[in-house]
């Protein structure tokens, strides 16, 4: 439900041929509103969308919305940070400092789909790279650029990024 509106929210800007924040609120209103009144007449697989819901109320489909929103944001202040790290070790660690990494961090969420939001959010995070999944799915392999305690790395990913990941994906 959630991707129904956001492809009808930029349906909505690319109709009106302005990308502009007001356009963008206006479209997302519109179009969480026309999602909630459909959602009733809409045949059950596609409002399960194969996340194990059998009927989605309005009340569950705005809290999954707001948590979506509040998702995207955490992303994207976590990018930022991370930026900027970046930019304190380019410019003011020597090299000989920098002490680059390949940590394995043992996974908690087990669908397909919250693994991949994880490895994404952890490789758009400059300064990391999901570099493999096992075969059992259990642990996540991944590069950090500076890796001063492996510990503390392993420990802000599952805090931070997978925790959040599971409320959405488990």
């Given at each position: 439900?959630?991707?129904?509106?956001?492809?009808?929210?930029?349906?909505?800007?690319?109709?009106?041929?302005?990308?502009?924040l007001p356009d963008l609120i206006v479209g997302f209103i519109v179009s969480y509103g026309l999602v909630t009144l459909a959602s009733r007449f809409?045949?059950?697989?596609?409002?399960?969308?194969?996340?194990?819901?059998?009927?989605?109320?309005?009340?569950?489909?705005?809290?999954?919305?707001?948590?979506?929103?509040?998702?995207?944001?955490?992303?994207?202040?976590?990018?930022?940070?991370?930026?900027?790290?970046?930019?304190?070790?380019?410019?003011?660690?020597?090299?000989?400092?920098?002490?680059?990494?390949?940590?394995?961090?043992?996974?908690?969420?087990?669908?397909?789909?919250?693994?991949?939001?994880?490895?994404?959010?952890?490789?758009?995070?400059?300064?990391?790279?999901?570099?493999?999944?096992?075969?059992?799915?259990?642990?996540?392999?991944?590069?950090?650029?500076?890796?001063?305690?492996?510990?503390?790395?392993?420990?802000?990913?599952?805090?931070?990024?997978?925790?959040?990941?599971?409320?959405?994906?488990?």
């Amino acid at each position: 439900m959630i991707v129904l509106v956001l492809i009808l929210t930029l349906t909505w800007m690319a109709l009106q041929s302005s990308f502009t924040l007001p356009d963008l609120i206006v479209g997302f209103i519109v179009s969480y509103g026309l999602v909630t009144l459909a959602s009733r007449f809409l045949s059950a697989p596609f409002t399960d969308g194969g996340l194990g819901r059998s009927r989605i109320d309005n009340r569950n489909y705005a809290r999954l919305t707001l948590k979506w929103i509040a998702f995207i944001g955490f992303a994207l202040w976590s990018i930022l940070k991370a930026n900027i790290d970046m930019a304190r070790i380019v410019l003011f660690r020597r090299v000989d400092d920098i002490k680059p990494g390949i940590i394995a961090i043992p996974l908690d969420v087990k669908s397909d789909a919250g693994i991949t939001v994880l490895a994404n959010l952890i490789t758009l995070t400059p300064g990391t790279v999901s570099l493999d999944v096992s075969t059992d799915r259990r642990t996540i392999y991944i590069h950090c650029i500076d890796v001063q305690d492996a510990d503390a790395v392993r420990d802000d990913i599952k805090q931070n990024f997978e925790r959040r990941v599971m409320e959405l994906l488990p």
